[in-house]
């Protein structure tokens, strides 16, 4: 792990308001754990990286998640997990 740019920035939102909408679930923590890394860190293969924004202008539509450019809204675990899932095998 390391802090080298990746092929996919995952965003997500450090504000308690989204990143703990879902069930009281921690959305950061989820997104960590599909991805195999921590916070600010970059995969081993230098595919995914992922950043904790204070806001991303998303707020009433959390837990919500940006790849690069991309915004996702209204997430579940779930969804985000079909999200990231469908990024590893492309
Ligand atoms: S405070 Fe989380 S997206 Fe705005």
Redesign the pocket.
Same mark, same amino acid.
């Given at each position: 792990m390391n802090q080298m740019p990746a092929k996919y920035i995952i965003r997500l939102? =450090?504000?308690p &308001?989204?990143?703990k909408t879902y069930r009281g679930e921690d959305f950061i923590r989820i997104v960590a754990e599909e991805l195999g890394i921590k916070p600010r860190e970059t995969s081993a293969d230098g595919r995914f990286r992922l950043e904790i &924004?204070?806001?991303?202008?998303?707020?009433f539509? &959390?837990p =919500?998640m940006m790849v690069n450019e991309e915004r996702y809204q209204d997430l579940t675990a779930d969804k985000a997990r079909q999200v990231l899932r469908q990024l590893k095998s492309a």
């Open positions: 939102c =450090s504000t &308001a989204c990143h &924004a204070d806001c991303m202008g998303m707020c539509h &959390a =919500s």
